[in-house]
């Protein structure tokens, strides 16, 4: 069997032989000229240094970024308070799946509601603002100088580095409208506190 199959081969191979053929030269070949892309993009670059092109791009970068950082994109659909309202939000979640200690025992399984309340005092309250409108700005600084609790203030729009710098204190920023999209506020200022086992959100005027 294996001889029939080495006869076989040569005889393919003997067959190709017989019918390659030199066909010669049909036309002018050239060898391949084309530039190395990697050294376009190098002498690209040496030219826009030398020119102070990258310095230049460099700066832009710098001051967008610091101007990102000095006043974020303020939150969309939040308007000033034009009618108060007071509402509560539940934060309890519901269980997706169970949750396991490293040996595998369960401790809570999947459908079982969680109540953070339950486990931690929360005596801090947040208030959101526009840091643009000045009656709010003293609305929230009233707030934190009258407080008897930690107060966490909280933009959804203005120069939070610079009331930051004025207040010499920690001023947050209501990034992509996470926060006052989770407790439902569309309107400023609001307030928001511990209400039993649940938060009581307040939009009030400034």
């Known amino acids: 069997m294996f001889r029939a199959s ?3 081969a040569l ?11 030199d066909l010669g030269v049909r036309g002018e070949t050239f060898p391949v000229s084309e530039p ?3 050294d376009q993009i190098a002498a690209k670059f040496a030219a826009l240094q030398e020119a102070g092109e990258v310095d230049r791009i460099n700066q832009r970068l710098r001051d967008r970024a610091i101007a990102a950082a000095e006043r974020p994109p303020r939150v969309d659909g939040i308007i000033r308070t034009e009618s108060p309202r007071a509402f509560h939000y539940d934060p309890t979640i519901v269980l997706k799946e169970d949750i396991a200690t490293p040996d595998g025992t369960v401790i809570a399984r999947a459908g079982e509601t969680f109540n953070p309340l339950d486990y931690t005092p929360m005596q801090h309250r947040m208030i959101f603002f526009d840091g643009d409108d000045p009656e709010q700005v003293a609305w929230a600084e009233a707030r934190l100088s009258n407080a008897d609790v930690l107060v966490s203030p909280i933009l959804i729009g203005g120069p ?12 947050f920023f209501d990034q992509g409208g996470k926060l006052t999209g989770q407790f439902g506020i569309t309107q ?3 307030a928001i506190r511990r209400d039993g086992d649940m938060l009581l959100v307040e939009e009030v005027e400034p």
């Open 6 to 8: 080495v006869c076989a």
């Open 11 to 21: 005889l393919f191979l003997s067959c190709e032989a017989a019918l390659a053929k």
């Open 36 to 38: 190395d892309l990697f």
């Open 160 to 171: 939070v580095l610079d009331i930051t710098r004025q207040w010499k204190r920690q001023v």
């Open 188 to 190: 400023v200022p609001a």
